[in-house]
């Protein structure tokens, strides 16, 4: 019966994904003192054209090593996460001198290096879409846990998706705000799509917007599934554009569970099917490792280890610097591939790099 409900569920949103409507949060809102407000409606994020692209540094200042720098359109900076292939574990040892970065093949000089010494600010994007609502009990402690472990300057926000896509609790540094946003959020509607591009477009767009311009931007996704098709304002390449524009590392945290796990499958092949058909089908796994971030899935009942072991990662994350030699301001997409030093390769276990895979310069 279950499979069959998912396959009904499944192709009806297919079907329906087009003309979703909007996606509201029909639970009582609040004010920035997180006290009841029944005059000021949940605010939802209403469709607006696409940024101009440009740099995803142009804002200034922020602090890399040991000082404030002003950061101009050249200046690019990005995020860098290297893993033991064989263990998983954290290299953080390492210097700027052990990594070669290139951009369309051109090698660029690193100019500015360091770790751990920016603030982050940190998205949380809950799906309520789907058969399966994959925010459970076991999934909010973990959640909450997971606010703990941030520092006192880092930031963060609750957004939540199906259909459409709202701001549950603006960027704000209190911890309490969030964990009230969580009581908050929409119910979960199985009826509803999961609109990924939708999504992650307004995330990116509320990160270049309001997420603070000396931090390090984060959007962790909360949700079941890794494919889906796009439906909504936005198509997966703008949502792509825009997050490369915002800066923003994407993290996906997945709680396994056999349902789930059936869910995904029969998305994965729904998704195949409507791509025959002409559909743009959009997935998740190649957002994260465009941006280069992680895809983290375990059992809800240890969700709050795994949650622990992504801000540690998102903590032991390098921050490079660099002027591209390009010096044509024409708006463009330009690839970027950063390796490792031949010395500072480990013998025993290869060394992976996760970064972004590139960004858009910025126009005169």
Not at 170 to 182: H, K, P, S
Not at 235 to 240: I, K, L, M, T
Not at 320 to 342: E, H, I, M, P, Y
């Amino acid at each position: 019966m279950l499979i069959l409900r998912l396959l009904l569920t499944s192709l009806f949103v297919f079907t329906t994904s087009f003309q979703a409507g909007p996606f509201q949060n029909q639970n009582q809102s609040r004010g920035k003192n997180g006290n009841p407000s029944s005059s000021n409606p949940q605010p939802t994020l209403n469709p607006h054209p696409l940024p101009t692209p440009v740099s995803t540094t142009e804002r200034a200042p922020i602090t890399i090593n040991d000082g404030p720098i002003n950061l101009g359109v050249d200046l690019v900076v990005l995020d860098a996460l290297v893993l033991h292939q064989k263990t998983g574990r954290i290299e953080g040892a390492l210097k700027a001198t052990d990594f070669v970065l290139q951009e369309d093949g051109v090698q660029q000089q690193i100019t500015h290096f360091s770790q751990d010494t920016l603030p982050l600010s940190v998205i949380f994007l809950v799906d309520r879409g789907g058969c399966l609502d994959p925010f459970s009990e076991k999934v909010r402690q973990a959640t909450q846990e997971a606010l703990i472990r941030l520092k006192p300057k880092d930031e963060a926000a609750l957004m939540a998706f199906a259909d459409d896509t709202a701001l549950v609790t603006d960027f704000t540094t209190r911890r309490e705000r969030i964990a009230q946003g969580l009581d908050r959020l929409p119910p979960h509607n199985e009826s509803a799509a999961h609109c990924f591009s939708e999504a992650l477009y307004r995330a990116a767009d509320y990160m270049r917007q309001a997420g603070n311009p000396d931090g390090r931007r984060v959007i962790i996704v909360l949700t079941a599934i890794t494919t889906h098709w796009d439906c909504g304002g936005h198509s997966g390449e703008q949502a792509r554009q825009a997050l490369l524009e915002s800066g923003a590392v994407v993290c996906a945290v997945i709680p396994k569970t056999p349902g789930q796990r059936l869910e995904s499958g029969i998305m994965r092949a729904a998704a195949g099917l409507g791509g025959f058909g002409g559909a743009r089908v959009f997935s998740l796994n190649k957002i994260v490792e465009e941006t280069g971030g992680e895809m983290m899935t375990d059992k809800p009942a240890v969700l709050d280890q795994t949650f622990h072991d992504l801000i540690d990662h998102l903590r032991t994350r390098y921050s490079l610097g660099f002027v591209s030699s390009n010096t044509k301001r024409d708006g463009t997409f330009r690839k970027l591939k950063l390796d490792l030093a031949q010395g500072a390769q480990s013998a025993a276990d290869k060394l992976v790099v996760k970064t972004k895979k590139g960004y858009y310069s910025g126009r005169k």
